[in-house]
């Protein structure tokens, strides 16, 4: 696929999908599709590496939580466990006022990351530390609008994750495969325990690449000082 056919294929998917985006966009994901393409080469980022399948399954499931979720102008947004950059960087070239911050555990990734959105010229500040840590770390905890999460473990522990991260009134957004529903079942104790209610579930089919969910935690209350736990009792004792 050309770098036309790229941009061309994008736009009318993005439209069509009901998040419009511009050819100075088109042209940022492009180079974005490129350098996860060339890194991924020698370094773990992502099993999906073909043009069309980096269109639908990363960059337009990653507009999905602009599609589904009110995401204020200028809003300070973390993306915890951000990998390759999604659905952060997504969002950053779709939304250039958000102010965002990327979080992830592995230093090579945060590297990896620095070097695209130096690339990509977007503003965006790059944190290599564990989520469980930025959530006792006063530089971190509740200081941030909304929290996103994509394909990182399942909504018991990502609300331990994330929640913590978010201001009162802000919110937390989970994009979710098929399962979603099934996830906010078992994470309704979690949510509660946290500072957090349920705002909203929205399930939708993406093209012909199957069933996502997005689920949107409003954050109504301060999250109690004893959380995040220790990571091991995160994923061992889910609340």
Known sequence: MTKAE???TLLNKAEEFGVPLTEEQGEKLY???EELVRVNEYMNLTAITEPEEVIVKHFIDCLALLKYSFIKEGASLVDVGTGAGFPGVVIKIAREDVK???MDAAGKRINFLEELCEKLDIDVECVHIRAEQAGVDTDYREEFDVAVSR???ELRVLNEYCLPLVKVNGKFVALKGKSGCDEVNLAKSSISVLGGKLSKVEEYSLFDAGERTVVEIKKIKKTNSK???HNSQIKSKPL
């Open 151 to 153: 394909a990182v473990a």
């Open 31 to 33: 180079i974005y599709f």
């Open 100 to 102: 965002l911050t990327l």
């Open 6 to 8: 790229f941009i061309s």
């Open 227 to 229: 959380y995040p736990r």
